[in-house]
């Protein structure tokens, strides 16, 4: 098994497109968390001073330059699915199978890999995105720390929640084996239902916190941060995530038992 995962981390590492995956990550977490924190600038510009306090008293920070890390996702979720459909497409799988006849122990050392690379890429997302969006806001003195209460360990709740949401990727491209097919699949079920809001009803709405896109973000928000109104808090989050991730690597594992390669 330490062989295999071995095997894998080292086949990953050479591969340049896991750093361009990993950049593209960073890059789009890092975006759109100051473009969330410039949001909220431009709010606080255009209150008056009695909506200021306001505001304040339930102003979250941290969260606020978080929001990049629910679609800087996307990039580790695309790469997680290669990492498996790849070698189904250039028939490489048999090679690989003839190595690691075990298919059990081949899938679970692919998916450890996945999950270590997806959380070393969700720990450079948070603290990135959290650094520039701190820098933002604190251009009107609205930022907060890294050391402040919660924000440390969020990051690396959060950081954990992308390594999960990449092993459900790649448990899914497993089962299709098709990379187009594979991707759509996935950013149908991490995104799709965002754009579908306006069309459901205000129940089904609702439920879109249970989505793993948004399982991601709200895993890495501050205990401190959390508001009442929340519907799923930050570790009830994390463990979503864990049931996000391992139900299907389960599917894929008893399926890929019985199929060829």
Known sequence: MIYVLR???GKMSSIAS???????AVLVS??????????????????SLADRARIESTFTPASYSLLGIGFGLCAVLVFSVLTITSEYGTGQI???????????????????????AGTVTGLVMGVAGFV??????????LETTITAPGVLVGLVRGAVAVGLAGVAAFA????????????MVVLAIFYLPMFLVP????QVGDKLDYLPSMLTIGA???????RPDTVVGPLPSLGLMVAWAVVPLAIAMVVNQRRDA
């Open 199 to 202: 069309m459901l009803p205000d």
């Open 7 to 9: 095997s894998e981390l």
């Open 132 to 141: 520039v969006g701190q820098l933002v806001l604190s251009t009107h003195d």
């Open 94 to 116: 048999r090679s690989t199978l003839a190595a690691v006849p075990n298919r059990a122990v081949l899938l679970t050392s692919k998916a450890l890999t996945v999950f270590l």
């Open 172 to 183: 899914v491209g497993s089962l299709v084996r098709n990379t187009p097919a594979a991707i």
């Open 18 to 24: 896991t750093y361009w995956n990993a950049f593209a």
């Open 220 to 226: 890495a928000a501050p205990q401190s941060e959390v």
């Open 30 to 47: 890092v975006a759109l968390g100051a473009m969330g924190a410039a949001s909220m600038l431009v709010a606080w510009e255009e209150a």
